[in-house]
C-alpha cells in the first residue's frame, strides 16, 4: 500500500472514500424479478434458485431439527467450538440485555403521561454461509430479537449438500425458533413474504451479498429492515503512539472479508504511515485468502493516509463515518469525544475489531458507506414498538380544552373541538 497525503487527495480520490458503493444498483432488476417469483410461487420458486444459484438440490427446506442435533453432537463430543460459541452467546446476550428498556409513567403537572415497550411477533434474520461457518452472524442477528422477545424468530441461511454443523449449532444455540437453507435474495423474500414453508416476518435483519441487500431494498416497505449494508469497512485513527504492526493487522484482517471491503488507515506521523503500509504488506503475504485481501487492499476507497495534524485526521474519521473505527492514540477518549460518526469503536492496541466481530458482546451487525451518520448497528431496539400512553383526568383536560379547541378550529377540524366541549356540556 502507497502512502497517500490527505490534503492532496484529488476530488475523485476523495469521493472513492466517502462515496463507498455496496453494488446494490446493478442487480436490482434481477432481484426484483427473483423477490416476486417467490411472492407468487413459493417453495417452488426456493428449490429452483437453490438448483440455479446454489447448485444444491433441497429437499427439506425447514431444517430446524438439523439445528438441535449438530448441537447436540457437538455437545457429545466436547467440542471446543461448542464452548466458544457458548461463551460468545453469553456475552452477546449479557450486553444486549443491558438494551432493553423500561416501561414508564410520570406526572407532567396534572396530566399522566408515558412510554411502553413491545417486541415484535416475528422477525427474519439471514445468516450468511452454507458450507461455510459464521456462527457469529447468527448470534449477533438472533440473539437480539429473543432478549427483545419476539415471539418467532426464524433463520434463514444457505443451502449445501451437508449444513455446516457449527453454523447451525450457533442457531440453535442462540435461540432461533425456526431454520430455514434458504440463500440469497430469494430467502430475503420468503422471510419478508412467506411461503408454504417459511414463516413472514415483520422484519428482516442481517449481513450479506450485494443480492442480499438489494432484495432488502426491494422489500422494504412492505416489512421493515434493519438497513442496507455494504462490503465491510475499518478505520484506524493513530498518533505515533500506535505499534504499526497492530494497525496493519487489523487493516489485514478487514481486508480478508471481501475483495470489495474498505480498509484505511490515517494518521498524522509520517513514520507510522510508512511503516503501517510496510507491515500490511508483509502480514498479507501467504495468507490463506491472500487474493481477497491484495484485492481489498487495491480498492480505491482503502489506503494508508497521512493528515497534517490530528484534527485534519479526525475531520477524516468523522466524514468516512466508518463501520469500525480503531482509536489507537496515547489520548484516545479525547478523540472519541471528536467523533460522532461510527458504527462500532475499538479504543486502545488490545481492542483489535475481531474481538468486536466474534466475544465481547457488542453487535458487529453495523451500517456501512456512511450509514453511520444516520443510524446504529444493530440492537434490542431493532426489534421493539413502542407507544406513549396517557390519562387525564376531568381538571386536567379543563385546563387544555382552549389549547385544543383553539388549534383544531385553527386546522379546520371542528369535530376535533367538538369531542373535547362534550365532555364539559
Same mark, same amino acid.
Given at each position: 500500500?502507497?502512502?497517500?497525503?490527505?490534503?492532496?487527495?484529488?476530488?475523485?480520490?476523495?469521493?472513492?472514500?466517502?462515496?463507498?458503493?455496496?453494488?446494490?444498483?446493478?442487480?436490482?432488476?434481477? &432481484?426484483?424479478?427473483?423477490?416476486?417469483?417467490?411472492?407468487?410461487?413459493?417453495?417452488?420458486?426456493?428449490?429452483?434458485?437453490?438448483?440455479?444459484?446454489?447448485?444444491?438440490?433441497?429437499?427439506?427446506?425447514?431444517?430446524?431439527?438439523?439445528?438441535?442435533? =449438530?448441537?447436540?453432537?457437538?455437545?457429545?463430543?466436547?467440542?471446543?467450538?461448542?464452548?466458544?460459541?457458548?461463551?460468545?452467546?453469553?456475552?452477546?446476550?449479557?450486553?444486549?440485555?443491558?438494551?432493553?428498556?423500561?416501561?414508564?409513567?410520570?406526572?407532567?403537572?396534572?396530566?399522566?403521561?408515558?412510554?411502553?415497550?413491545?417486541?415484535?411477533?416475528?422477525?427474519?434474520?439471514?445468516?450468511?454461509?452454507? *458450507?461455510?461457518?459464521?456462527?457469529?452472524?447468527?448470534?449477533?442477528?438472533?440473539?437480539?430479537?429473543?432478549?427483545?422477545?419476539?415471539?418467532?424468530?426464524?433463520?434463514?441461511?444457505?443451502? *449445501?449438500?451437508?449444513?455446516?454443523?457449527?453454523?447451525?449449532?450457533?442457531?440453535?444455540?442462540?435461540?432461533?425458533?425456526?431454520?430455514?437453507?434458504?440463500?440469497?435474495?430469494?430467502?430475503?423474500?420468503?422471510?419478508?413474504?412467506?411461503?408454504?414453508? &417459511?414463516?413472514?416476518?415483520?422484519? &428482516?435483519?442481517?449481513?450479506?451479498?450485494?443480492?442480499?441487500?438489494?432484495?432488502?431494498?426491494?422489500?422494504?416497505?412492505?416489512?421493515?429492515?434493519?438497513?442496507?449494508?455494504?462490503?465491510?469497512?475499518?478505520?484506524?485513527?493513530?498518533?505515533?503512539?500506535?505499534?504499526?504492526?497492530?494497525?496493519?493487522?487489523?487493516?489485514?484482517?478487514?481486508?480478508?472479508?471481501?475483495?470489495?471491503?474498505?480498509?484505511?488507515?490515517?494518521?498524522?506521523?509520517?513514520?507510522?504511515?510508512?511503516?503501517?503500509?510496510? =507491515?500490511?504488506?508483509?502480514?498479507?503475504?501467504?495468507?490463506?485468502?491472500?487474493?481477497?485481501?491484495?484485492?481489498?487492499?487495491?480498492?480505491?476507497?482503502?489506503?494508508?493516509?497521512?493528515?497534517?495534524?490530528?484534527?485534519?485526521?479526525?475531520?477524516?474519521?468523522?466524514?468516512?463515518? *466508518?463501520?469500525?473505527?480503531?482509536?489507537?492514540?496515547?489520548?484516545?477518549?479525547?478523540?472519541?469525544?471528536?467523533?460522532?460518526?461510527?458504527?462500532? &469503536?475499538?479504543?486502545?492496541?488490545?481492542?483489535?475489531?475481531?474481538?468486536?466481530?466474534?466475544?465481547?458482546?457488542?453487535?458487529?451487525?453495523?451500517?456501512?458507506?456512511?450509514?453511520?451518520?444516520?443510524?446504529?448497528?444493530?440492537?434490542?431496539?431493532?426489534?421493539?414498538?413502542?407507544?406513549?400512553?396517557?390519562?387525564?383526568?376531568?381538571?386536567?383536560?379543563?385546563?387544555?380544552?382552549?389549547?385544543?379547541?383553539?388549534?383544531?378550529?385553527?386546522?379546520?377540524?371542528?369535530?376535533?373541538?367538538?369531542?373535547?366541549?362534550?365532555?364539559?356540556?
Amino acid at each position: 500500500m502507497d502512502v497517500r497525503t490527505v490534503a492532496d487527495l484529488s476530488p475523485a480520490e476523495r469521493r472513492a472514500f466517502f462515496e463507498r458503493d455496496a453494488g446494490v444498483d446493478a442487480v436490482r432488476d434481477d &432481484v426484483s424479478e427473483i423477490v416476486d417469483r417467490v411472492r407468487t410461487e413459493g417453495d417452488v420458486a426456493l428449490r429452483e434458485f437453490s438448483e440455479e444459484f446454489d447448485g444444491v438440490t433441497v429437499g427439506n427446506i425447514d431444517v430446524t431439527d438439523d439445528a438441535e442435533r =449438530a448441537h447436540a453432537e457437538l455437545d457429545d463430543a466436547d467440542d471446543p467450538v461448542l464452548d466458544a460459541i457458548q461463551e460468545a452467546a453469553a456475552n452477546v446476550r449479557e450486553f444486549h440485555e443491558r438494551q432493553r428498556p423500561e416501561d414508564w409513567r410520570e406526572a407532567f403537572g396534572d396530566r399522566e403521561l408515558g412510554r411502553r415497550f413491545r417486541p415484535l411477533d416475528r422477525a427474519g434474520v439471514y445468516v450468511p454461509g452454507g *458450507a461455510a461457518a459464521y456462527p457469529s452472524s447468527a448470534l449477533m442477528g438472533v440473539i437480539p430479537a429473543t432478549v427483545a422477545g419476539v415471539d418467532h424468530v426464524s433463520v434463514a441461511t444457505p443451502p *449445501a449438500e451437508e449444513l455446516n454443523p457449527v453454523t447451525l449449532a450457533a442457531v440453535h444455540e442462540a435461540g432461533a425458533d425456526a431454520v430455514y437453507q434458504v440463500g440469497g435474495a430469494q430467502a430475503i423474500g420468503a422471510l419478508a413474504y412467506g411461503t408454504e414453508t &417459511v414463516t413472514n416476518a415483520q422484519k &428482516v435483519v442481517g449481513p450479506g451479498n450485494k443480492w442480499v441487500t438489494a432484495a432488502k431494498a426491494v422489500v422494504q416497505g412492505d416489512v421493515e429492515i434493519d438497513f442496507l449494508a455494504g462490503p465491510s469497512e475499518v478505520l484506524v485513527l493513530a498518533d505515533e503512539t500506535a505499534d504499526p504492526a497492530l494497525v496493519a493487522a487489523d487493516l489485514v484482517a478487514q481486508a480478508e472479508h471481501d475483495p470489495n471491503a474498505s480498509v484505511v488507515a490515517v494518521t498524522s506521523d509520517a513514520d507510522l504511515a510508512e511503516a503501517v503500509a510496510e =507491515a500490511v504488506d508483509e502480514q498479507a503475504a501467504g495468507r490463506e485468502r491472500e487474493e481477497t485481501i491484495r484485492a481489498a487492499l487495491d480498492n480505491e476507497a482503502s489506503g494508508v493516509l497521512h493528515a497534517r495534524s490530528m484534527p485534519e485526521a479526525v475531520l477524516f474519521a468523522e466524514e468516512y463515518a *466508518a463501520e469500525h473505527l480503531s482509536i489507537v492514540a496515547a489520548d484516545d477518549e479525547a478523540l472519541l469525544d471528536r467523533i460522532a460518526n461510527a458504527g462500532s &469503536v475499538f479504543l486502545g492496541p488490545y481492542s483489535p475489531v475481531a474481538a468486536g466481530d466474534y466475544a465481547t458482546g457488542t453487535n458487529h451487525v453495523l451500517p456501512t458507506n456512511g450509514g453511520a451518520k444516520r443510524y446504529g448497528g444493530l440492537s434490542v431496539d431493532t426489534f421493539l414498538r413502542s407507544s406513549t400512553v396517557q390519562r387525564l383526568d376531568r381538571d386536567a383536560l379543563s385546563g387544555l380544552s382552549d389549547t385544543i379547541t383553539t388549534l383544531a378550529e385553527a386546522e379546520g377540524l371542528e369535530a376535533h373541538a367538538e369531542s373535547v366541549r362534550k365532555r364539559f356540556e
